[in-house]
């Protein structure tokens, strides 16, 4: 099933003609009108008219998250200030957001990539899709909203409201798809388990769209088993419109990303230079159908890799691969690096272990696991906890290669946060 079949399944060769002249066309707006990018091009040596070829984009400059929260937060605009008329931002943790200012018609675009997104999922408008993402400032909220919309599906923007809330309104609109943070739907499968709810006979959810934060592949068998439903891994952040940046299809093998609006080039983080096709490093993105905000070279940070060949859809967009972690959050310890994704990947593949787990690194670079056990299906028993304690280290210490303190806590003793999970504590740089 296409939204856009036209679109999603362009040759190669026009998908690259199209790309070619949209981002000459965005380079020629920014040095006319955007002063951020007229510095670097004028520092760099470099003017439109050399921008000949697609492999010419490595001639840009960077954009980074720093150089965003410089420019805050409309120094980066391409149009005249009454022209947005939406604004989005991106949390981040410290200091000022992010903001990124939509165009109508960049929120009219940004709803378009939603559609093609969930209807290559399967999704028509006969769906109820109750979207439990935070609305405001977030992205997860309006832009998957507007998106559904698109399609006609009934939306019920529950937003982060309260289990109950979300139960009552899932049971009584018969939800058939969620749009979820994939540690709240574990946390929300506890508090089923816990109501003595279970999701696959009392609910109708047959499809989860899960993103906005790392999970692993484990975590989404989890997901898949507890609601007998299935879980479509969803890629987006705010620089590049938030969802419907890339989605995975019904083959759930990889997420397209939709190269007609962005330009997609993997680097080596340390280096800068492009990596080749089928390397894992990091994802560096050009919006080409910008309007108020148009973004050179973004570096997200996240960590993937391109997918070789074609996918079984017939959509020609290239896919990318689950994230391996964020560069940012990748854990140097012992001289060690370790990506939290190792940590969980290891944690879900036990069933006597629970839903809610949190890394606490300290003192002289000791790593300690506290993770919550299974409310069901583990008797607890004192000798199975050590024995379970014992194995997770062990297999922790393998796949990290860093021996950890594992402390197994009671179901639901861990805070549960009310956005993106916080997963590390890192103590060291407190
Ligand atoms: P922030 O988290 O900085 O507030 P956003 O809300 O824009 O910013 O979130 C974007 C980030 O969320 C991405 O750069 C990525 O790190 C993470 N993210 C989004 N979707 C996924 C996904 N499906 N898998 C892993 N990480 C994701
Ligand atoms: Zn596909």
Redesign the pocket.
């Known amino acids: 099933m296409f939204w856009d079949q036209e679109s999603e399944t362009l040759t190669r060769p026009t998908i690259e003609q199209l790309q070619l002249k949209r981002l000459q066309n965005t380079v020629e707006r920014v040095a006319q009108r955007v002063p951020f990018y007229r510095d670097k091009f004028t520092k760099l040596g470099i003017v439109p008219a050399d921008i000949k070829s697609l492999a010419d984009v490595r001639l840009l400059p960077f954009t980074t998250g720093a150089d965003l929260r410089t420019i805050y937060p409309e120094g980066m605009l391409a149009v005249d200030r009454d022209e947005p008329v939406r604004l989005h931002t ?3 943790t410290t200091g000022k957001p992010k903001a990124i200012f939509f165009s109508r018609k960049d929120v009219e675009n940004a709803a378009e990539l939603v559609a093609r997104s969930l209807v290559m999922t399967g999704i028509t408008r006969k769906d109820v899709l109750q979207n439990m993402m935070s609305y405001g400032l ?3 909220g309006l832009v998957m909203h507007y998106g559904a919309e698109k399609v006609g599906c009934l939306v019920i923007p529950s937003g982060p409201g309260t289990s109950e809330r979300q139960l009552m309104l899932m049971q009584d609109l018969r939800s058939t798809a969620v749009h979820i943070l994939p540690s709240y739907a574990l946390y929300f499968a506890s508090f089923l388990e816990h109501k003595g709810i279970d999701p696959r006979k009392d609910l109708s959810v047959r499809k989860a769209f ?6 692993t592949e484990e975590t989404r068998r989890r997901i898949e088993q507890i609601f007998g439903c299935d879980v479509y ?7 590049m419109n ?1 969802p419907g940046t890339a989605f995975e299809c019904e083959h759930k093998a990889g997420m397209h990303l939709w190269e007609d609006n962005f330009i997609l080039e993997i680097i080596n983080p340390a280096t800068g230079e492009p990596l080749p096709e089928g390397q894992t490093g990091e994802l560096v993105m050009t919006t080409l159908n910008r309007e108020a905000m148009p973004i050179l070279r973004y570096r ?3 960590i993937t890799s391109v997918i070789p060949g074609p996918c079984k859809c017939g959509r020609t967009h290239r896919r990318i691969a ?2 391996t972690g ?1 560069s940012d959050d990748m854990l140097i310890i012992r001289g060690v690096n370790i990506f939290p994704q190792q940590i969980e990947r290891v944690l879900m593949s036990f069933q006597q272990v629970g839903r809610n787990y949190v890394i606490i690194v300290e003192g002289l670079d000791d790593l300690t696991v506290r993770v919550e056990l299974a409310a069901a299906g583990f008797d607890g028993q004192v000798e199975h906890v050590a024995a379970l304690q014992k194995q997770l280290v062990e297999k922790l210490k393998a796949e990290t290669y860093v021996r950890p303190k594992v402390d197994l806590l009671p179901a639901g003793s861990l805070p549960v946060a009310e956005g ?1 999970a916080k997963r590390v504590i890192d103590k060291r740089s407190l």
């Open positions: 991106s949390s981040g977030f992205t997860g899960v993103g906005a934060e790392p999970h891994n969803s890629y987006g952040l705010t620089e938030g997200t940070r996240d689950r994230f964020r993106k």
